[in-house]
């Protein structure tokens, strides 16, 4: 028996049309992956537009409410209708207890004498504690 040879004619034809196929259709694959990663990209924009503009909406509908208009006027301007009595808190504090009915409250010493203090404490080597013992002030 004669021995085949391994690459017939016909086996070579059938290797260079299959990969003709292959190399014919891997663009357009290609392409339509891109598209579809394009449409899905797409529809997530979709879908925030409609959110933003559902949030516009309520928004707008906000705004065109008179009760709503006529909250934010007496909270952000301090508004007040005729008649009515407001009163706007200038100095809510942060917590601390205001100071004692009939005790005076401690005068801060002026910049200037507070500055020559500081400077003859430097000079002095004490510590700013120690120099306001001495000096009655704390």
């Not at 409609?50 to 928004?59: A, G, S, V, Y």
């Amino acid at each position: 028996m004669a021995k085949r040879p391994q690459l017939t004619g016909r086996a070579a034809i059938l290797a260079v049309v299959v990969c003709a196929i292959s190399m014919s259709l891997a663009y357009p694959i290609r392409e339509y992956v891109a598209q579809r990663r394009q449409i899905a990209q797409l529809e997530q924009q979709q879908t925030q537009a409609l959110k933003n503009l559902q949030r516009l909406e309520e928004r707008r509908r906000q705004l065109e409410d008179p009760e709503y208009i006529k909250r934010q006027a007496k909270e952000r301007l301090h508004y007040c209708e005729p008649g009515a009595k407001c009163f706007v808190v200038l100095d809510a504090g942060d917590g601390k207890a205001a100071a004692k009915a009939g005790a005076k409250p401690k005068e801060k010493p002026p910049w200037y004498l507070t500055l020559w203090q500081s400077v003859e404490v430097a000079d002095s080597g004490r510590d700013a504690v120690q120099a306001n013992v001495e000096a009655g002030q704390e």
